[in-house]
């Protein structure tokens, strides 16, 4: 199977967002049934994931971190065989041994998703100088968040895709949160693309809750990547709105800031702008929401079905 | 045979391998100057110096791993390994399990440990116990050249990651190599010399104290048996057992300290499996719990002497 090809049209971004969240929110709703263990949402930062996968080739690589449901969907991931990782069970794309934290899929290009904040970043340059060694075309887009940009492999990384020349799109989804440190607790500087320039690193901010320009300055810096075989950084602002690993009741959230967020919510505001722009019609958009509650459903119904792994699977996959 | 030291004998495996397999690369702190004559046959891009940045270093050759490179780090020395427990331990030794078996890494760390520089304890400490109790990896120490060199070329070869740690003390210590293509399985010990009256099993520079305590106790009509484990994961157990089996009695002896080191995992095991054949408590020679000295002569009291092992042996076989 190969990654399905980016979409094509504004509906389809909307779409995908709608299916994140649904997915995430069936996860959210699953965790606070006991059905499934608490996991860490990307809701509120759709449009950073799907602006960004939807500039990229199907020959590119990805690797991401453990708010991953929207890198993963966005690029043709099965809900059904994601919902089933998360419930640990054997028809999950790990065989129910990843869970949601760092669900990977070769087959679509999905590789090496860590949970250790910044892990994703010390692996990308050894992916790179693969696919530059080995001459294959795909650059390698790396995910991470304000969080691991704070962490030193985010610097090392840097330093060494800009010495080795390695065709790398870092892209920070500053979503504000590093666990339970507000991001200005944390950093030195306003915005992680202000790092980049000590690296000789190109990079820019863009306005992560708006997908149609997420997607084209995603479009822009693959460009550039793949036509330099530099690094480049592009940083996504964003808001993570219902905290760090579910359930979170956010007591430590200032409530202004949050409210700011959520009225700035990427799916509401995507989907109002087709609607001004003439090129969804409320049916549609009533069909589409439809479409996605459906898809959700008949996921939940074959994870739910998946058997749990036979114990004998304990120690398989250790070594190769 | 051509004599190598194990230094050479590392450099003669890395060019038969990069020979080999044209996936294999190597990078790490120094090594293309140091090897400057792999630049010379390989080039710049399959042989690299890198900042001294353990982290990005290991994490580097497991992204590279995971994408069918087969890259060869040199991270100096043992104690900088902390600095890549990250990359080596949580992502090179479990991503394979959590992606379900989507992945493999197989890459090779090198790394010198041990005493006989007076380097001082963030130079030289004897870390290995703390990767075979890592789930996913694997853990080479050689003793001779000639292991050095066919244990490395299967490391290059293996799927999952390998620590390969040399022993400095034994790094410019000649020894015959066999000539042309020579391979052992990892996971295979080597009983170096055979007896039947106690078991002395070892790993590294150790190894060749309990041969010198073997030729002492040979002096006093005891015949040792000294068995090489050269991997440490896997951990050659039908090897041992047999030996202590035969014996009766054991001695485990290594330089890293004592606390949960290699030496305890023995114990263990024998203990488990063939403690009916014991005629005598098991003894365990390590290191102390202490970090190591600069101090030559300090340094050197805390590597377990071939007079004390033969020592511990005579007491065993008096009981």
Redesign the interface.
Known sequence: MTPKPPAKNPQQLLEQMLLIRAYEEAIVNGSAAGKMPGTCTSVGQEAAAVGVVNALAAED?I?TNHRSAGHLLARGADPGRLLAEVMGRRD???????GSL?I???ELGV????T?VG?E???????????S??GRPGIVVCFFGDGAACE??FH??L??AA??NLPILYVCENNHWQAFVHRREAMSREHVADWAAGYGIPARTVDGNDVFAVLEAAQAAATQVRESGRPYLLETLTYRTRGHLEPDDQGYVDKAELATWLARDPIAAGRARLLADGLLSPAQAATMADKVASRIAVAQAFAEASPFPAADELT????? | MPTLTIYDAVGAALTEEMRRDHNVIAFGEGIATKRHELVDEFGALRIRNTPLAEGIIAGTAVGAAAMGLRPVVDLLFAPFLCYAMDELVNSAGKLRYLSGGQFSFPLVTLAMTGAGWGVGAQHNHNVEAWFVHSPGLKVVMPSTPADAKALLKTAIRDDNPVLFFLDIGLLYQPGEVPAGEHLLPLGQAAIVRDGRDVTLVSYGKTVHHCQQAADQLAGHGIAAEVIDLRSLKPLDEATILASVRKTGRLVVVHEANRLCGIGAEIAALVAEHAFADLKAPIVRLGGPDAPAAASYPLEQASVPSAEAIAEAARRLCST
């Open positions: 690589l690797l999950g794309y790990c065989k129910g041994k990843s760092h990977s899929a070769k590789v090496l998703t860590s250790i892990a970043l010390s692996m990308a340059p050894g992916v790179a100088l693969a696919q060694m080995l030193g492999s090392e990384s330093n060494l010495l080795w398989r996959d250790v070594y190769a």
